[in-house]
């Protein structure tokens, strides 16, 4: 190999790396790698108190993520602003003309959030850990929905030969929309991002966004005009607009004419009020003149990651059946170990109870010789020295003679696991997804 074909081959390399650990969210979980980092971290570290974000983001960085403190803290904020975990302290303002940013880690504080333990982390030790960098991590966390599908911001990204645009919606449409999928409702659901704009689209977007993952779609700013107050009032604009582009339309008439102008009265939703200084410009005009600027589309394009580093373009369709499939493979595995454990907890409970009967005479004639009493329990038991010794260690002499050997209850509670398992698609949806259609 020459050293043109080693330099390309290594910038390939390093390009699925910056791929696959810093632009795209991962297939399984719809999470970029520092966000499953912080979630896991906050689980960690943060599960039932808040700590300071300082501490969360030395300890991602020092476990998992080796990289920058501030663009780890900067993940932690979208997080925060995202409703993906609980947050003390100034967290920053997404609305309005300027944005304003989160205070630093060192006076902020987090910790996780219950519906995303809920969602995402009840079976977490059951997930495969590996060193990627650090120290062993999941590979990915066990949700019940790709997490680029939600939150309040769509997911972004930008890496080597690709670019990633993911819409978000609310939960229960998302459950909807997989209802549909799973073929437990007949009429198609053709659910829409969530946005505060007026959509200019029609069904047939929403639709090829909904089985491509490619799409592009159309949005309107919403406005009020306030008569009382004689201005224009801007409450959204589309994703692919800001308010610095509206200023630069209107410029000559805000910094030349200064026929218009503006105060940004956003607190945590974007309020930002337009009034006329020109005498004879009605207020309808004036709603005009920003309409007309408030229009914008934006292509959503879901590229995500797979474990190998491939991006793979993924309609939101196969986002919900990827997660519900791994979520249902994760179920079955927790299920079939419970099976397994509580068989075990009755052959130990058949074992005890035939210890039981013999036990109280090797203990009065040799309660010194323990040797001597459980070479006797196996004479009379024919049970295996070596189970008997483990018995022994688990339980205190005292205790094996009252502990309750009833196994009915096990058994019961066994038949029930084995019966979900048997019909695990219905005990999968209606335990764990069911609860997201109740509002």
Not at 133 to 141: I, K, N, S, W
Not at 194 to 218: H, R, V
Request: with cysteine.
């Amino acid at each position: 190999m020459n050293l043109k074909e080693q330099i390309s081959e290594l910038y390939a390399d390093y390009g699925r790396y910056i791929n696959k650990f810093r632009a795209f969210p991962l297939v399984y979980d719809g999470l970029k790698i520092v966000e499953r980092r912080l979630l896991y971290s906050l689980f960690e570290r943060a599960k039932d108190k808040f700590v300071k974000s300082a501490e969360v983001v030395g300890w991602v960085i020092g476990q998992y993520h080796p990289h920058g403190d501030q663009s780890a803290y900067g993940s932690l904020v979208s997080l925060v602003q995202n409703n993906f975990a609980d947050s003390q302290g100034n967290w920053g303002n997404r609305a309005g003309i300027s944005e304003d940013g989160a205070a630093a880690m060192r006076y902020t504080e987090t910790k996780s959030k219950q519906y995303v333990l809920d969602m995402a982390f009840e079976y977490i030790k059951y997930v495969k850990m590996e060193a990627l960098e650090l120290q062993p991590e999941p590979l990915f966390l066990p949700t019940k929905l790709p997490f680029c599908l939600l939150g309040d911001t769509y997911c972004q990204g930008i890496g080597f030969g690709h670019r990633t645009m993911i819409p978000c919606y609310t939960a229960t449409d998302l459950v909807k929309r997989l209802r549909w999928l799973l073929g437990y409702e007949k009429k198609e659901p053709i659910i829409r991002p969530i946005t505060d704009c007026t959509y200019l689209s029609s069904d047939k977007d929403f639709q090829e966004l909904l089985t491509t993952g490619k799409a592009k779609l159309e949005f309107r700013g919403v406005t009020e005009i306030d008569y009382a107050g004689k201005s224009v009032i801007v409450k959204s604009i589309p994703p692919s607009r800001s308010f610095m582009f509206l200023l630069n339309k209107l410029e000559k008439e805000i910094e030349i004419n200064k026929t218009i102008a503006f105060s940004d009265e956003s607190t945590d939703k974007t309020r930002v009020r337009f009034t006329s200084v020109k005498r004879g410009m009605s207020v309808e005009t004036l709603a005009k003149k920003i309409n007309a600027n408030i229009v914008g589309s934006t292509t959503f394009e879901c590229n995500m990651c797979n474990l190998d580093g491939e991006v793979v373009l993924v309609s939101v369709d196969d986002m919900l059946l990827n997660v519900y499939r791994n979520y249902e493979q994760i179920v079955k595995a927790v299920l079939t170990s419970n099976v397994k454990k509580i068989q075990d907890q009755i052959q130990e409970l058949s074992l005890i109870a035939k210890i039981k009967i013999y036990l109280p005479k090797w203990l009065k004639s040799n309660p010194d010789e323990l040797d001597v009493v459980i070479n006797g329990l196996n004479q009379d038991t024919q049970i295996e020295i070596e189970k008997i010794k483990e018995i022994f260690d688990k339980y205190s002499l005292s205790r094996i003679l009252r502990v309750k050997t009833d196994t009915d209850e096990l058994k019961h509670q066994k038949e029930q696991i084995k019966t979900n398992l048997e019909n695990l698609p219905q005990y999968v949806w209606n335990e764990k997804y069911n609860q997201y259609l109740v509002k």
